[in-house]
């Protein structure tokens, strides 16, 4: 091979880019395992200025900034990281920038406003990643099109304070949709346990978008409506069914396996189309 093709072969170009520039599909699929728990999906600008400074939150009551609202922070805002003029530089300076803010949540620098970080929680999980994974993660969020693959909603909703039953239903009834509400609380070791493992695999996600709304209510903050208290037998996380139409499907108190809580998705869809 003369040198000429040795630089334009595509395996090898390919190559190159992964070890030394990260691999945007390893950060994307790192992101939704590790982050996505709290960091939902795209939702487009427009519904999050009404979100935050309209509705304070209460519209998506976002539990953390959207994966667009990072991407936003460290590409474009005004403390964006490094220089847009030198790529090469900046990824550096972003993968360092991901070690610090995750390593080190005590002493971390916001990116975004005051007036939309007061919304969040103030703590942030110690996330450790290995360089490659920064790399990948870096890769991810300089790159981020996620736009495009048109995620306009994120997986869950986050209920902490007030949970308004009515309003979801509504929206299920007008899309077809079953809701689940999900029983939860911050130190629910098995509901971080079931975000990680099982809600963020590729086939629960496909299922969940189509046909449920899922909603996720902290029980230590926020009273469950009394249809779903009666049921409650305070475990969490517990998981409530509830049909287009209103009436409790099922409730499934405890932590499932990927194969278990596909299972009960299917169950629920065969319940409510009897409804
Ligand atoms: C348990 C929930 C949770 C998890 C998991 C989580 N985050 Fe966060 N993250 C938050 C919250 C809450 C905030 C807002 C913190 C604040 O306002 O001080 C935040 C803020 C951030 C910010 C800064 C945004 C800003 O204000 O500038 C970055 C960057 C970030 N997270 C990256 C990540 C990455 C990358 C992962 C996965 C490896 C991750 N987070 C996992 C909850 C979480």
Redo the contacts with the bound molecule.
Sequence with gaps: MNRKNLFTSPVLLLLLTVSLFGDYKEGER??AS??S???SGYIPERQLKENFFKAKNRLLNL???TVN??VY??MRGP?KIGDPEDPEMRRIEIEE??RE??EHPEE?????SPEI?RY??????L?R?DDDALAN?AQYLMHYSGDRHGRTKPLKRHYDGSFDLKRLQAEAKRSGKILIVEASSPTCHYC?KMDREVLSDPEIRRMLRKDFILAEVNVRTTRLPRKLAKAYQHITPSFFFLSPGGELLSSYPGSWTQSDFASILRENLRKASRD
């Excluded at 971390?108 to 975004?112: D, F, K, M, P």
């Excluded at 969040?120 to 999980?125: A, L, Q, S, Y």
């Design positions: 790192l992101f590790q982050c728990s709290c960091h539990k953390a900034p609202m990072l922070g460290i403390k920038f991901l803010y995750l971390r620098q916001t990116l975004l970080n969040f929680d103030t703590t942030h999980p996330i990643l993660l971080k």
